[in-house]
């Protein structure tokens, strides 16, 4: 019985300095200095317009709790080197907060950092580059787009923020930016800052338990089902942007609701001549073989993808 209690001990000891050693390599791997939980939105300052903020510094804690964290009103500032801005609603594009005039059709995105624009210039991300596309073709009406993408979303807090934010925005269309290889996990900053020790509080169990704690697949069916509840009762149609490859059951799963799918995918492996994931992202398409996110000419692909879908002949004047 002694040395089954001596084994314990030591296993127990073992475990703890491989805990450590692990923490301490997170803490060490993790020191870029941003902020990493809301608690710390909250001491946010100003931005100057030639700052180059760090994520963090572009977000604060949002007043509902489905949301959780936003983009902060009124930038105007610089992000990974790009200019950024946004109105008073804390949104990029369009304001939408006015009252609806005869002849307009207003469209609403919802979306994480690709839709965002994540290191484009302010006018660049897709959904600015659709906007003038539609506005070159039928001038008679006006294009009213509105993004509030947040990088870090998932489906559930974006359709969170149409709920509580964007519907005031009176949408014809909600464009929905999908990326399956992201889409069900936490957003960012979900974390509340620890209040002295305790097991939850180290960076190593936490990195565990984000891994677990992924959205469901039931999570996001009844997401889904909010949008589709939301899109009969305020009269809008939704479509769903993909980016990438999407399986046949999430596909299904839009399908079944009556979403509209536009796919990059297919054009992509058609002007690469190839469906190899390496090769993409080492392409013109991504702003780095380091950094996936869709380039300048990316947010094209994706303009152009959406245009050509024939968005926009659903207006009903």
């Known amino acids: 019985m002694r040395s089954l209690a001596v084994n314990l001990l030591?296993?127990?000891f073992a475990c703890m300095s491989v805990l450590s050693l692990s923490e301490a390599a997170l803490r060490v791997?993790?020191?870029?200095?941003?902020?990493k939980t809301v608690a710390d939105l909250d001491s946010n300052k100003p931005l100057l317009p030639e700052h180059d903020a760090l994520l963090g510094e572009i977000l604060q804690r949002s007043s509902f709790d489905s949301i959780i964290y936003e983009l902060r009103p009124n930038i105007n500032t610089?992000?990974?080197?790009?200019?950024?801005?946004t109105n008073r609603q804390g949104f990029r594009g369009d304001l939408c907060d006015i009252s609806k005039q005869p002849g307009e059709f207003r469209i609403v995105g919802l979306g994480d950092s690709l839709m965002f624009g994540w290191g484009i210039?302010?006018?660049?991300?897709?959904?600015?580059l659709l906007k003038r596309k539609l506005q070159e073709r039928a001038p008679e009406i006006y294009w009213r787009i509105t993004n509030t993408a947040v990088p870090g979303y998932n489906t559930r807090l974006e359709i969170e923020?149409?709920?509580?934010?964007?519907?005031?925005?009176?949408p014809d269309m909600v464009i929905l930016g999908f990326l399956e290889s992201n889409?069900?996990?936490?957003?960012?900053?979900?974390?509340?800052?620890?209040?002295?020790f305790s097991l939850s509080g180290l960076r190593i169990v936490r990195a565990v338990m984000r891994r677990f704690e992924l959205l469901t697949k039931h999570d996001f069916a009844r997401a889904l089902d909010k949008l589709s509840a939301l899109s009969s009762q305020h009269g809008f149609g939704v479509l769903v942007y993909v980016h990438e490859k999407l399986s046949e059951?999430?596909?299904?799963?839009?399908?079944?609701?009556?979403?509209?799918?536009?796919?990059?995918?297919p054009e992509i492996v058609r002007q690469l001549g190839s469906g190899d994931l390496d090769r993409y992202r080492k392409s013109r398409f991504t702003l780095s073989a380091e950094d996936p996110h869709p380039s300048i000419?990316?947010?094209q692909l994706a303009a152009t993808l959406l245009f050509d879908s024939g968005l926009g002949a659903e207006k009903r004047f």
């Open 78 to 85: 610089k992000f990974l080197h790009a200019r950024l801005r």
């Open 183 to 196: 889409d069900f996990e936490l957003p960012y900053f979900v974390e509340a800052a620890p209040r002295g």
């Open 29 to 35: 791997g993790d020191s870029s200095g941003d902020i």
């Open 121 to 128: 210039p302010d006018g660049q991300e897709y959904l600015a």
């Open 297 to 299: 000419e990316g947010h």
């Open 10 to 12: 030591l296993l127990f």
């Open 161 to 170: 923020t149409l709920a509580h934010k964007a519907l005031r925005c009176e």
């Open 249 to 265: 059951e999430t596909q299904e799963m839009f399908l079944s609701r009556k979403f509209r799918i536009v796919e990059a995918w």
